[in-house]
């Protein structure tokens, strides 16, 4: 019902008056507004709205909230709502609530939607899941849960205090520290867990409703060993379980503590056998059982010490000779120890000297050879009663009485008046003297070391010079001995050697162990300025520094050392089959590097392998033909070896090997025989060998100028041939066209022409005076003087290709008018190397 307007057909937005809802209705229903309130004086319609019903919706589940028990029955513990879009379903009444499971541990008010605790929840621990249901008036529902977590409170354990203290001299069963132990709904249970170390003298009871850590019976503390330990209480209600940790601090005991000491007590030689002499006395706040002992000095000690502190006598003192004693008392609780002093005097009796200056904390050392007589030590003593006193030893072994006496009356010790200490000559080193002191009655002894030192003493050899002989030889040849003999007074020391030879000193090396000599060069008396006497100082040090020294004369002897040496190691000879007996073929030659006879020698020869002695080698190397040769063809050759043998002792032989070539002669006539020794170039064979090879030589470089010509084709200006007909020739690896062209020269004028020069060589000369030096070498060992040239230019063309070509290049060259600088030749007889400037001196 809502007020209404005339003629107004639109939505009507005035305040609704009145509302009827049923909780059902139908269409063919009739509505009575009976039980409307009416207001007059309005005009109202009726407005009737229809459409499709939204369902409620929960708007605080599927929840899950948590209980901690205890809760009384009734507490409200959680409240459920929901919502509904349709505007007739507004009002909470619109909508019905209603649990739809029930576990009897909680319950639900529709009206109120409140779910409240029904039932003791602290046997419960855990999720309750209730589902829920909300419906409007159209039927439509929602569904919900709530899931409810009872927790369990654990127990709480807690120690008090949480450190306790105990002191080291705990017997047991004594309370340390109570838990506190609570839980708000269950009984609690706790044990021991742990202990740090395991196996501690700890365990837990259940003590008046309280949980208690006590101490084991005896537990053995050691303060010093362990002072803190730990202990771990866990507590469990069933459903959870904690735990504590307790410390437990270890006290150290207090010591016991004297009374009544130190003390004095007096006796005299009246006292008998178990008088008491004294009570000691302690306290200690920690414990009350104690153990003493006792030690006395002097000894033998006529006191005995019970555990009670008593102490008496046990014997009598009628006899004492002793006129005081000092007890160390101790006492001990089982962890600490003290120590004190009770003296005890006796009157009434003798009293024994005693010594102020012995026993020595060391040992007395006394050095040999000390003056006789003198004094060592004075022994001192003192007696109470005044009386004289006198003084006597003893030695062990007892040969130091033979070194040692006392004075009875002073008690000065010293030296044998008659024996002197030598420390080598004596078997004993070290005494032990047993000094005692009396005053008639009574004596005191006590023990004196004395150890005897030994002294350095000097060392010396047996005669003032020595002779050494040997002979002349290498490096690291040792040399016979010397024969050093050196004394030393001390036994077992040792002694290092050592040489002076003056300027000559770098020729040896002298163990210093023995005084052995070693040569340190070769050492050869051939050489000038090696003398054969050699004379050095030697000097003996020993271990404490003290030096002998002797004079060593080293005679060396100049030894057959060399062998003689020929100055070739072969030689070869020419002579013709018919040359006459005595023809002087040669000579060689050998030299001796010994001096005097040693380098003599004498020239022998071996022809056994020759059908007779055809040579023979005069003293000075002059080899002659002592056989005729008639009947051996030319071409034969005769080896032989010739021996140089010295006049050394043992002798040293060279040898050399010689061997001759034997030539057919030039001419030879029915009616003579020619036995002239011909030189080389008088034989025609010979140069018809040389023009051949000659031939043979330029058909060579003529073959060579063509090949090179047929890669070089015209020669460029500049061009120059020597050089590049000589590199072409050497086969370098250089193209000869990739050389660039020379600057255009004037009009008129020739560039100069260089012959080629080998790369070897540095100087156009050079292959000059290595062709005269091969020239000279062929001589001497031919013994022939009138070599050719063209001869020794054909030896020369099979040994060197460098200076062959060299002399093809330098013949043609040097003919040329623009040799200007002069063009180099050999001479054949001096070995030297020449310069012209004449066209006709060529080589």
Partial sequence: MIAYTPGYTGEATDVQFFKLRPSSMLLSQGLSWSTAASQPNNTYAIRARYGINEPPTFVNLDAQIQVVPPQLVGTVIYTINATDPDISDTTVTDLTYRMTSANGLFSFNPTTRQVSVAANLTAYVGYQCITFEVEDICKNKDTGSLCIFIYN????????????????????????????????????????????????????????????????????????????????????????STSATCNIKILPSSPPVFTNLPALVPLSTANVNTDPVYAVSVTDPDS?????????????????????????????????????YDLSITVTDGYNTVTDTLTVTISGVNVSPKFTNLPLATDLYVQENIALGSSIYKASAIDNDGDALTYSMTSSPGTGMNYFSIDSSSGLISASTTNLINYEAMTDKVFTFKVSVTDGKLIDSQNLVIRISNVNEGLSFSQNTYRLDANESLAGTQLPNPGFVVTD???????????????????????????????????????????????????????????????????????????????????????????????????????????????????????????????????????????????????TNLPFTVFATDAGSPARVGSTSVTVIVLDPTTTTSSTT????????????????????????????????????????????????????????????RPVFKRPPPKPKKPGKKPPVTPAISPNFTSPHEPARELAKEIKILKE??????????????????????????????????RKPTRGHGCPYADASSGYVHNSNSVNDKI
């Fill in 781 to 814: 060992a031919t013994h022939q003087y009138d070599f050719h040239y063209y001869y020794t230019l054909h030896y020369l063309l099979t040994k060197s290709i460098e200076i062959r070509n060299y002399f093809y290049l330098l013949d043609g060259y040097c």
């Fill in 674 to 733: 020619t036995t002239g020794y011909k030189t080389f170039i008088e034989d025609k064979r010979n140069i018809v060998w040389i023009v051949f090879l000659a031939l043979l030589a330029l058909l060579l470089a003529l073959l060579t100028a063509w090949v090179c010509w047929r890669y070089i084709g015209n020669w460029p200006i500049g061009f120059d041939p020597f050089s590049e007909w000589y590199n072409c020739c050497k086969g370098s690896d």
């Fill in 489 to 635: 007074i001390d036994s077992g020391d040792t002694r290092a050697f050592k040489g002076d030879c003056g300027a000559y000193s770098g020729y040896f090396t002298m163990n210093s162990a023995n005084g052995f000599l070693t040569f340190a060069v070769d050492y050869d008396l051939d050489v000038p300025g090696k003398p054969a006497l050699i004379t050095c100082i030697v000097t003996a040090t020993d271990s404490g520094g003290l030096t002998a020294t002797a004079t060593l004369s080293i005679s060396l002897k100049n030894i057959n050392d060399h062998t003689p040496t020929f100055k070739y190691s072969s030689y070869t000879f020419y002579v013709y089959n018919n040359s006459a007996v005595g023809t002087v073929l040669g000579n060689i030659s050998a030299t001796d590097a010994d001096s005097g006879t040693d380098g003599q020698f004498v020239f022998t020869t071996d022809q056994t392998g020759l059908a007779q002695n055809y040579f023979d080698v005069s003293s000075t190397g002059r080899v002659t033909l002592q056989g005729s040769l008639n009947g051996i063809k030319g071409g």
């Fill in 153 to 240: 409170q654990p127990p709480t354990v807690t120690c008090n205090p949480i450190t306790a203290t105990v002191i080291e001299t705990t017997t047991g069963n004594l309370a340390l520290t109570t838990m506190g132990v609570s839980d708000p709904t269950d009984d609690v249970t706790c044990s021991l867990s742990r202990t740090s170390p395991t196996n501690s003298p700890f365990y837990l009871r259940y003590d008046n409703f309280e949980y208690k850590i006590y101490v084991n019976p005896n537990p053995g503390f050691r303060q010093a060993s362990r002072d803190t330990y730990t202990v771990t209480i866990a507590c469990t209600d069933t459903k959870n």
């Fill in 288 to 324: 009350t059982s104690f153990n003493y002992s006792m030690t006395c000095k002097p000894t033998p000690c006529p006191f005995t010490l019970y555990n009670t502190g008593n102490i008496q006598l046990n014997q009598d003192l009628v006899n004492s000779q002793v006129g005081g």
